[in-house]
């Protein structure tokens, strides 16, 4: 067992009134899982990982990491944690991303071999030869990442921790992420605990997923087991040349929605969109289409509905 | 593997080697203050040889070496860690395995060592090529001298990290880091030489560690008074300044802990 | 729950408010200090010395009252082009180009930094005290010398300021390299011209005319002989010089403007 809370609460005192942020979580997650932590702004993801990586002591409850206390065992579980801030960074701003590496590597006394051949690993998986000795500050926020995770794994931790790892990323970058992430938990040796926004993040990386909502865990299931229960359907967005009328009857579709006097339409559908735009193009002329993936807030809408 | 501190020093000093163009603009202002203030104080010796011990030659040592020395102490401008616990950075510098004020120290030698190739060589070259320097009489005063910098460079952190500190409690230390910034440079004996105060002046300035940024430095090169109490006052200062910054820094820490910043 | 977020988040802001409050107050202290400090070295001085470039501790002290009310006025007036760097580096210039107003007009009333408003009252506190005390035999005309010397030289300090800001037009850094001329020419004016060599005297004190600010207002209201021999007429030069400085800040404003445009960058 990697991480293991009983009745983890965290109240935040304003005024002489106890605000609880997290009030009762209990999680168990197992060596080599990959977990998405999912639910909605202010619902208490990031205070729960701060109570994980010992940075918030709780209020309520009991936390193992690791097998180790986090707040008071801090600096020793920080040597077996890898952590990832989307929106923070831990590498030196005005040193060349090499040099970020090399001192990460130095606080958390990386054998020089190891160090070395953990390095060229993540360089050559995430292609960061061509930028390593441009100093950080100069890298675009996509390749910044790419160092970011980098650095949270050359001390090969037993649980990576990340937090909103793919916000702000173009679409390749993301998708550039995910699929290392993948490889790299696939591996067996390295447990995910990831918060984010991005659906597509945790269809791609997480078999497991945890909701939690006013700091109290909703749903923890698999991630299949959920789609088929709560999420809604994808929605396919076709922009016509000429007006048409509504398209309906065609496969899958389940939903059809008329927007710009027939200029565009929303299909939403189950099953492939490729046989789906294939089948629409047949009946009109298309100039465009998106495919909108059902939203995190969408699932969590749904999931507070029923 | 070794431990990361001396990688930290040697992070410090690449980190700010990067910025040449920075510290070349910084230099002109260096070398302008130090021509008016050798002006100043050439004319107050133009009344008399000596005022309080110091000659023509003491007095424009005394004003270059001080200007080579004003970012090589660093009175000014080091607000990286307030900043980083506004922004709530600091809990990436909380995380890491390693002792954070030790890890800023290490980080801030290395800074020191660049500014004395970049920002106090220079200064002195200046000076020395207009101005009659005092240069040391006894070989072992540059080491003494060398030990003296480095010392001020240890209490003038342990100050700057105090000031940081109470960004814990402030959040915004910037009043605080424009306080000691007015301060700092004529209580050190940056602006004029201690020795010129009045005798209350001088006694109470004893109590604080004030002097230890650039008058005992100064003071060692300049062969003034006996080295080693001087830089023995400086080492006390320095376990002192870094003693509180620990517990201060566990407090603040502990604050942010417990009560979530 | 959300009032009680909503809540948590206003309560949190009134926080910070007072939390950077006392951040202002201390600024406010330490610009008071600030502009008391460098007259605290003067003193020290002349407990060591009873004259300072031929002139006694009053008579240095109207000096440095002059200038320092004079350099606190522009300070409060035009003290934010320093932050023009900033306004290059993030592009915000472009939007103030493109509205209908004075690019320096623009700047200048971005942020009314009333924490400056410390260094005006230690230069004016100092002022009325060096006026009150160093023994002017006051006529009409040096009464009109007292009352325009720190407007003119507060001009004069302005127009320095805006020129010397203008470099960062050309050079990256060039806020550090400004700080030379305007810091340094505010230390300058604070002492007689007397104690400096022919060559800096040309540059801080005629070239950028930091002489005019301080040094001949006092000399006129002292009613002493210029010791270097200049004509007495440039005592009562500062109201023209003034304008000749505005003149030329405007031109090299104007020309920094036009060499951003003209890069683009």
Same mark, same amino acid.
Do not use: F, M, Y
């Given at each position: 067992m990697i991480i293991q809370t009983r009745g983890l609460g965290r109240d935040f005192v304003v005024r002489r009134t106890r605000i609880p942020a997290v009030a009762d979580v209990g999680l168990d997650v197992e060596r080599g899982e990959a977990v998405g932590f999912l639910g909605p702004n202010g619902?208490? %993801?990031? $205070?729960? +990982? %701060?109570m994980l990586t010992g940075v918030l002591v709780p209020t309520a409850g009991t936390a193992r990491v690791c097998g180790l206390d986090p707040v008071r065992e801090r600096k020793a579980l920080a040597r077996r944690i890898g952590v990832v801030f989307g929106q923070r960074s831990q590498l030196w701003w005005d040193l060349p991303l090499a040099e970020s590496f090399a001192l990460h590597g130095a606080i958390h006394r990386v054998p020089a071999a190891r160090h070395r051949e953990r390095l060229d690993e993540c360089v050559e998986l995430l292609d960061m030869a061509a930028f390593l000795s441009t100093p950080v500050r100069q890298l675009s926020l996509g390749q910044r990442m790419r160092g970011e995770v980098t650095a949270a794994l050359l001390h090969s931790p037993e649980l990576l921790?990340?937090?909103?790892? $793919? +916000?702000?990323?173009d679409l390749a970058s993301k998708e550039r992420l995910r699929t290392f992430l993948a490889a790299v938990n696939a591996r067996g040796d390295v447990t995910l605990l990831l918060t984010t926004h991005d659906l597509p993040d945790v269809e791609r990386l997480c078999r497991r997923v945890v909701v939690i909502d006013k700091g109290r865990v909703l749903v923890d299931d698999d991630l299949a087991t959920l789609r088929r229960r709560f999420a809604g359907n994808r929605t396919l967005v076709v922009d016509l040349v000429e007006p048409a009328g509504p398209l309906h009857g065609l496969h899958g579709v389940v939903d059809v929605a008329v927007e710009a006097q027939g200029m565009r339409q929303r299909l939403e559908f189950t099953g492939s969109a490729a046989g789906l735009i294939a089948e629409a193009a047949r009946r009109v002329e298309i100039r465009d289409v998106t495919v909108d993936e059902p939203s995190i807030e969408d699932l969590v809408r749904t999931l507070y509905a029923s | 593997m070794l431990s990361p501190y001396p990688q930290l020093v040697i992070a410090g000093f690449r980190r700010h080697s990067t910025y040449r163009q920075a510290a070349l603009a910084g230099l002109t202002t260096n070398i302008v203050f130090g021509l008016l203030r050798a002006a100043v104080l050439l004319a107050v010796l133009a009344q008399r040889p000596v005022v309080a011990g110091y000659d023509v030659a003491a007095a424009v040592t005394f004003v270059w070496l001080g200007q080579g020395l004003l970012t090589v102490v660093l009175l000014w401008g080091d607000t990286e860690l307030a900043t980083r616990i506004r922004t709530g950075d600091v809990v990436i510098d909380l995380g890491r395995p390693w002792d954070l004020q030790a890890a800023l120290l290490a980080g801030d030698l290395g800074r020191a060592g660049f500014a004395v190739l970049a920002r106090l060589v220079p200064p002195m070259a200046f000076g020395a090529a207009l101005f009659p320097i005092r240069w040391p009489e006894r070989p072992a005063t540059w080491a003494l001298f060398a030990v003296a910098a480095m010392l001020a460079v240890v209490v003038s952190f342990g100050i700057r990290f105090l000031l940081n500190a109470s960004a814990f409690w402030l959040l915004d230390a910037r009043g605080v880091f424009a306080v000691w910034g007015v301060v700092g440079g004529v209580l050190s004996g940056l602006v004029i030489p201690l020795a010129w105060f009045p005798e209350w002046a001088r006694t109470a300035l004893a109590f604080t560690p004030a002097p230890s940024l650039f008058q005992t430095p100064i003071d060692v090169f300049l062969e003034?008074?006996?080295?080693v109490g001087a830089l023995a006052g400086q080492a006390f200062w320095a376990v002192l300044l870094l003693g509180v910054g620990r517990v201060v820094l566990h407090r603040g820490s502990r604050r942010l802990?417990?009560?979530g910043g | 729950m959300a009032d009680r977020v909503l809540l948590r988040i206003v309560a949190s802001r009134i926080r910070s408010q007072l939390a950077y409050r006392t951040s202002f107050a201390l600024h406010v202290v330490a610009q008071l200090i600030g502009q008391g400090i460098e007259l605290v070295a003067i003193l020290v001085v002349f407990t060591q010395v009873t004259s300072l470039g031929g002139f006694d501790r009053d008579e240095v002290v109207l000096m440095y009252a002059l200038a320092a009310t004079a350099f606190g006025l522009a300070d409060l007036s035009v003290g934010q082009v320093e932050e023009l760097p900033t306004y290059i580096r993030t592009g915000e210039l472009d939007v103030l180009l493109l509205r209908p107003l004075g690019t320096l007009v623009q700047i200048l009333s971005a942020d009314i930094a009333l924490k400056r408003v /410390?260094? =005006? =009252?230690? /230069?004016?506190?100092?002022?009325?005290y060096a006026y009150a005390t160093s023994g002017i035999d006051w006529t009409p005309l040096r009464v009109l010398v007292a009352a325009t010397a720190p407007l003119c030289g507060a001009v004069i300090f302005g127009a320095v300021w805006v020129a010397a800001n203008t470099v960062s037009f050309w050079v990256v850094d060039g806020r550090e390299v400004a700080n030379s001329v305007t810091y340094g020419s505010n230390f300058a004016t604070s002492y007689p011209i007397t104690v400096y060599g022919p060559w800096l005297r040309r540059v801080l004190c005629f070239a950028v005319p930091g002489a005019f600010v301080a040094y001949f207002p006092a000399l006129a209201l002292l009613g002493r002989p210029d010791p270097l021999g200049f004509p007495l007429w440039l005592q009562y030069a500062p109201p023209l =010089?003034?304008?000749?400085? =505005?003149g030329g800040a405007a031109l090299v404003w104007r020309a920094g403007v036009r060499r951003y445009q003209g890069t683009g960058s």
């Open positions: 619902a208490g %993801k990031s $205070t729960t +990982i %701060k921790v990340l937090d909103e790892p $793919t +916000i702000g990323l | 003034r008074g006996e080295p802990v417990v009560q | /410390g260094k =005006v =009252v230690t /230069g004016l506190a100092v002022l009325a =010089v003034a304008a000749l400085a =505005v």
